[in-house]
């Protein structure tokens, strides 16, 4: 049976649908979450788009409100445990995903994760690049084209989480977006792309190339005041863009302790593996090979010199993966 087949034959007697992203989502998240939402109702199969956090770039509220987007916090809707959830690009019990009322009945993610034995529906492909890659596949197998608003965001999704194809790219991927080349907005995927910071970011880049720390191939940077994740993770690509750098740490402080993100270029220092070995004990994390992130619960626990000694003997090989 193909995939979505499978996946529509699992909701289609359900009563409440709602399509949950991993907390604070990004441009892949949100566009995955758009795109099923819309395939979805071409079998009249109604849902909605919930999320926990916050939306934390301009660039992707921009999306969502150019592409109307209908995706609203989680606590604006009054779930209840009769209520069924789809989480997309994320898996149930990670800790990135805050759990909810309802029956986590399906999971769609690209991330590396288990398959529960308590899913009725589990696609998980951590070999693409993006997740709106997997969404897209949905519609190729039904041979239905995405409208122009929903190609326009499954396209910006893929382009943002392959880092412009530079990092866990697919040649599914790539072709994916060869597909929905002809259908999306193009400039308005371009703007998006080109304008992912603001000008008062640039207070963080200052502060960045002030007290970062380099040690050989490793670089670390802890922003005491905070940074939202997603700057955190452009300033870890901008670190990592330096021909001497292999292996970046950054950490910042955030209402939910210490949020980490994690780069490495190295194939025997697989980020998602570094993530656990620098959190040991203290917190947790996870990603994939070339990128990840992380978060230690308790601000307490967090020791910034640790955190720098493991990441030197992780880059030297001091600390096995």
């Keep these: 049976m193909q995939k979505i087949k499978k996946l529509i ?5 359900k009563k409440r649908i709602f399509i949950q992203t991993h907390n604070y989502p990004d441009h892949d998240a949100v566009a995955s979450a ?33 592409l109307n987007i209908p995706i609203l916090p989680h606590y604006k809707y009054e779930l209840n445990d009769e209520d069924t959830i789809v989480i997309v690009d994320a898996n149930k019990k990670n800790k990135n995903v805050t759990a909810l009322k309802g029956n986590v009945a399906a999971v769609i993610d690209h991330h590396p994760g288990i398959e529960h034995e308590d899913l009725e529906f589990c696609d998980i492909r951590s070999d693409y690049g993006a997740c709106a890659t997997i969404i897209f596949s949905y519609f190729a197998e039904l041979r239905l084209e995405p409208g122009r608003e929903v190609a326009t965001a499954l396209h910006t999704g893929i382009v943002f989480d392959t880092h412009q194809f530079s990092r866990n790219v697919n040649p599914i991927d790539m072709e994916t977006v060869a597909m929905l080349y002809n259908v999306s907005d193009i400039a308005l995927v371009n703007s998006l792309v080109r304008n992912s910071i603001k000008l008062d970011d640039f207070k963080q880049y200052q502060y960045l190339l002030d007290k970062l720390r380099v040690k050989g191939c490793f670089a670390y940077c802890h922003f005491p005041d905070g940074c939202n994740k997603d700057l955190l993770a452009i300033l870890a690509d901008y670190v990592l863009s330096a021909e001497e750098i292999e292996f970046v740490v950054l950490s910042a402080q955030s209402i939910e302790g210490i949020s980490f993100c994690v780069r490495s270029k190295i194939p025997e220092i697989p980020a998602n593996t570094a993530v656990q070995k620098l959190l040991a004990g203290v917190g947790s994390g996870g990603g994939h090979i070339d990128m990840a992130g992380g978060r230690i619960p308790s601000a307490k626990d967090f020791d910034q010199e640790n955190i720098f000694r493991t990441g030197i003997a992780i880059a030297n090989g001091r600390i096995k993966l």
């Design 9 to 13: 034959k699992t909701l289609k007697n």
């Design 34 to 66: 758009f795109a099923l939402q819309y395939l979805l109702k071409s079998f009249k199969i109604e849902s909605n788009i919930i999320f926990h956090g916050d939306i934390l770039r301009d660039s992707l509220q921009k999306m969502i409100d150019r």
